[in-house]
């Protein structure tokens, strides 16, 4: 979930960065291709549905007819939100909150997707390095009884589950995905909070592929 109160200082940082898109794309094909995008106020890991065992991952059953899945973290009422609200984003940071994983099956064309986000960033990685990322997401779901907990659903293709961890100023949507990264063995810092702070990393071993020039 993005952090409105400093939203105005990471729109200034983010919108006067040097982000600019790669002229060839080149993609080792023994490698699984993952992306990291900003859309708005959203930051998320996107995987390839067909890279995902259904059978080890049960979130997989929710999305089988979808080419992409969209994974994010956040505070679990203002992520819920269909507009964005003031008063839940300033409480979402404010003070320690319950969190949610959003998961989004995406139908279109990757290239398609990828056109909507204010910058994405493709990472090659290996079959090791994606099992550590889908570990860490799974082991992100707070269970009941071994079940996941969904909290709302939109249209067959968002949902929502009750995540572990509490959302906070100095614990967001990217420090999670941070996180994450490391897990997979990026050389990353896990005490990023901010979403420029996050692709300034991701750029250096990863590809931007689009990118918003406002």
């Known amino acids: 979930m993005f952090n409105i109160v400093i939203f105005p200082i990471i729109f200034f940082f983010f919108n006067s960065s040097t ?3 790669s002229d060839t794309v080149l993609i080792n094909r023994e ?7 900003k859309q708005y106020w959203h930051t998320a890991i996107v995987i390839h549905s067909k890279d995902i065992d259904g059978s080890k991952y049960r979130f997989k059953k929710f999305f089988e007819d979808h080419r992409l899945i969209d ?3 956040g505070d679990e009422v203002f992520y819920q939100l269909p507009d964005f609200d003031l008063y839940f984003a300033a409480r979402a940071i404010l003070k320690p909150t319950s969190s ?4 989004e099956g995406i139908n279109l064309s990757k290239e398609l997707f990828l056109q909507y986000s204010d910058i994405a960033v493709r990472l090659s990685i290996t079959e090791s390095q994606l099992e550590n990322i889908l570990n860490f997401i799974e082991n992100t779901f707070y269970k009941n009884s071994d079940e996941y907990v969904l909290l709302n659903s939109i249209a067959d293709k968002i ?3 009750k ?5 906070h100023l100095f614990n967001t949507c990217n420090t999670w995905l941070a996180e994450c990264l490391k897990q997979a063995g990026f050389d990353i810092s896990t005490n990023i909070i901010l979403t420029e702070q996050l692709f300034r990393e991701v750029i250096k071993f990863g590809e931007v592929i689009s990118v918003k020039n406002n």
Do not use: D, M, P, V
């Open 19 to 21: 982000f600019t898109k």
């Open 31 to 37: 490698l699984h291709e993952i992306f990291l995008i």
């Open 71 to 73: 994974f994010g973290w």
């Open 100 to 103: 949610t994983l959003r998961i």
């Open 159 to 161: 949902f929502f589950f």
């Open 163 to 167: 995540a572990k961890g509490n959302y």
